[in-house]
């Protein structure tokens, strides 16, 4: 409010320079007609109110035209004394416009002194002139002063935006002081009739018709309580209207989706009804005249204009805009700078990514190999002149054939030099000798060159993801924020009857198209509403199961504040359990399972090269860098890629890993089965089991590795397993046939007495000699 005030005040200033428009003379009419409105048969304010609230819109020169224009409705209404007195008033207020300077003390001299004075003028009046001064003259002179400062106060709001449209949004303090401007007018105006059709009956019914079509019965009942109740306290109209226009309006507007015809015969056949009840018979004929004519015009009025007329009075929408408004450039500005680091990341990892290769097929090494070589055992030999000067190409073939054979067989033999060079060099053995010892050096170059090129690849995979999920969460904001206004109204107001204790409320649906509702209040010191009553009452509002986003809650920097976020509960729900054994100390099999993210759960089993330590040192760092990545928001390919070039670089010897990896959203109840070398994943539904089987090698061996899924929707009571090879090599015979038939053959559902049962039959067909490690998972899932 107080920052609405603030824009209405400098409003009003540019205003005052404005010149000549349409809202001005629509301000003369406006004036005029108050100015001629007699309020209960006595007083008439309404004219002197409009013209102190244009001096806080308008400059001294058109408060002098809006005066005149006053005094002449005045003049015209016909009740002599009273017009006078008020024609007094209004001139005061002229004159003393022109003198006052100050902008924020305008308002109140105007009014104080008004006021004031129309009381001593009606005392004045009735003791001088009337000679019959009674305390009656006095109240209601008092009476008319304090509607003039009332209804003065409330004209700004609609005169400021009368005059700005802009810069001052049409709310509720606006509309109703519009609505009260343009009711007070329309009871000033002269009855201007022909035959049984009245201006004013037709002009009150159109409005009451259209407030019904475009709002709804409540709002059509009050606008047509109010043109009844102003007009009959201006003694325009009879009383028993006041009951017709409300009803009707009721009536009308519960009616509204069945199209303006039908909204129209509602009214007409509920004023007959109400007429009849009340014995109007003999004005009923001319009643239902001027409802008949209103309607036509309703009937026709473009869909554009009432279109319009929707949109100004949609309180709600325009409560929303201004926050879509401020969301939208928020979400403008991270965008362009998400955009700007995620491009830049995506370069980075590109120039990381580029590769060179570093072998003898390059000519400048070539050549610089036979230099160097030359330099060390050829500049002290005798002959050099006669093979590096006369049979220089010779020589330098012979060079490049004898590196090619070194790089070939691992190292060059006397053997394997041509017989012409053998039979002309006089240092045959200290060359083959050095050329040894050079490619000894380009292999131990080449091989830190290809660490160096490994971890580069990592860096650029890691760097490539960063730049994929950043993309991503581009994505995620230009999406819209849905917000959610009438569900944060009833959320707030069931609070209240609960006696919740609470600063705001903010509802919204987030891109995948979920309820997210952050709740903000005072720190409740340990009680735990916020965790049991608050998500059943916002449950019960949304109609979906919500439950807490974190179990602690947010505290502003001084602690007087905390927020906390409400999210939907995922639709379906995982138990699992895990049964294993370890041929050795430790284990080569690792293994995950867990939520990583709100609705995605994840199941992995991975298997390093051989047993031991080592092996759980290569199965350890896969499941751990699966985890991180995946919480971090980093894509699947990314992920394994990372992981692939992780464990190429890690040591000097060969190094692998294999990868069983299950990822289900539940709130769809989809699986994705993603398999690096793993053996065969098992998916038991009711009594039928279907094999998920592996289509790539183990990460770890080759620098590109292509990743391939199957997905798979679940069903209430579906039950995975997965298992390491140890698992399905118990039986050599069948492989994972035996695990299928021990599947359909198992009735119970315990996750974790079918994963105990499983790891006891595999040690069973083992017997004594256990070969390798047994990891079993089993995770059932069930809809909520």
């Known amino acids: 409010m107080i920052e609405r005030e603030v824009l209405h005040k400098k409003d009003v200033k540019a205003l005052k320079r404005e010149k000549l428009k349409a809202q001005h003379l629509l301000l003369l009419i406006f004036i005029f007609f108050t100015s001629r409105v007699l309020f209960l048969r006595e007083i008439m304010p309404f004219g002197i109110a409009l013209l102190i609230a244009s001096t806080m819109i308008l400059d001294k020169e058109w408060i002098m035209v809006c005066g005149m224009f006053s005094v002449l409705g005045y003049l015209t209404e016909g009740h002599i004394l009273s017009a006078k007195t008020h024609i007094f008033l209004t001139i005061w207020v002229m004159i003393l416009n022109l003198f006052i300077k100050s902008e924020k003390k305008r308002l109140f001299i105007l009014l104080a002194s008004t006021s004031i004075l129309n009381v001593l003028t009606s005392v004045f009046t009735h003791k001088y002139f009337l000679k019959n001064l009674v305390l009656y003259d006095v109240m209601i002179s008092s009476f008319e002063s304090s509607i003039i400062i009332s209804s003065a106060y409330l004209f700004t709001y609609g005169l400021a935006y009368f005059f700005n449209k802009k810069n001052v949004e049409l709310l509720k303090e606006e509309l109703i002081s519009l609505v009260l401007i343009f009711l007070i007018s329309y009871a000033g105006l002269w009855d201007i009739s022909y035959k049984y059709v009245s201006l004013k009956s037709v002009l009150a019914v159109l409005v009451i018709l259209t407030s019904a079509y475009i709002k709804d019965g409540q709002v059509a009942a009050s ?36 199209g303006r015809i039908i909204t129209s015969v509602a009214f007409m056949i509920t ?302 729900g995982v138990a699992s359990a895990v049964a294993r054994l370890s041929k050795e100390e430790f284990s080569g099999d690792s293994y995950y399972f867990g939520n990583v993210a709100p609705g995605k759960y994840i199941i992995v089993i991975s298997d390093g090269m051989g047993s031991g330590f080592e092996a759980a040192m290569e199965s350890n760092t896969t499941i751990t860098l699966i985890e991180k990545f995946m919480e971090a928001g980093f894509d699947r390919n990314t992920t394994m890629k990372a992981i692939n070039s992780i464990l190429l670089l890690k040591n000097n010897t060969e190094s692998f890993a294999t990868v069983d990896l299950g990822i289900i959203d539940l709130y769809e109840g989809i699986g994705e089965f993603i398999k690096v070398g793993a053996v065969s994943t098992f998916i038991k539904s009711g009594f039928d089991v279907e094999i998920i089987e592996n289509k790539n090698l183990p990460i770890g061996i080759i620098e590109d590795i292509e990743i391939e899924s199957e997905i798979y929707q679940f069903k209430n009571g579906d039950i995975i397993v997965m298992v390491s090879d140890g698992i399905i090599d118990a039986d050599n015979e069948l492989k994972d046939k035996w695990i299928s038939k021990l599947l359909r053959e198992y009735s119970g559902g315990n996750p974790r007495e079918l994963a105990d049962y499983i790891l006891q039959r595999a040690k069973e067909k083992y017997g004594d000699n256990i070969k390798d490690d047994l990891t079993v998972i089993v995770s059932k899932i069930w809809k909520m």
């Open 271 to 572: 004023s007959v009804v109400v007429m009849m009840y009340a014995n109007k018979v003999d004005v009923l004929f001319t009643l239902e005249v001027n409802i008949l004519f209103a309607s036509i015009i309703f009937i026709l009025l473009p869909s554009s204009i009432l279109d319009k007329l929707n949109l100004a009075l949609d309180f709600e929408n325009k409560r929303e805009i201004p926050q879509k408004l401020y969301v939208e450039r928020i979400k403008d500005y991270i965008n362009r700078k998400l955009d700007i680091i995620s491009k830049s990341l995506n370069g980075l990892a590109s120039v990381l990514a580029e590769r060179y290769e570093n072998n003898l097929s390059k000519v400048n090494e070539v050549k610089g190999t036979v230099e160097k070589i030359a330099n060390k055992v050829c500049s002290n030999c005798e002959g050099r002149h006669f093979c590096w000067q006369r049979e220089t190409y010779y020589t330098y073939d012979v060079f490049c054939e004898m590196l090619r054979m070194a790089e070939k067989n691992g190292k060059l033999d006397i053997k394997q030099v041509p017989n012409s060079f053998n039979l002309k060099c006089v240092k045959l053995n200290e060359i083959i000798r050095q050329i040894n010892f050079e490619m000894e050096i380009i292999r131990l170059n080449n091989r830190w060159n290809k660490k160096l090129l490994n971890s580069k690849i990592v860096l650029a995979e890691q760097i490539k993801g960063i730049s994929i999920v950043v993309s991503d969460l581009v994505k995620d904001i230009t999406k819209s924020v849905e917000f959610k206004n009438e569900l944060e109204d009833k959320i707030s107001m069931l609070f209240d009857i609960n006696g919740i204790k609470y600063n705001d409320v903010m509802v919204t649906k987030n891109s995948n198209n979920k309820y997210e509702v952050t709740i903000y209040g005072v720190p409740c010191q340990g009680k735990t509403s916020c965790s049991s009553d608050i998500p059943k009452l916002v449950s019960q509002v949304l109609g979906k199961r919500m439950i807490r986003e974190n179990a602690m809650c947010k505290l502003d920097e001084n602690n007087k504040m905390c927020h906390y976020k409400l999210i939907e509960a995922e639709n379906f």
């Open 223 to 258: 606008v047509g309580l109010l043109f009844g109740l102003v007009s009959s306290f201006a003694g325009n109209i009879s009383v028993y209207l006041v009951a017709v226009y409300g009803l009707c309006g009721l009536v009308a507007g519960a009616l509204k989706d069945l």
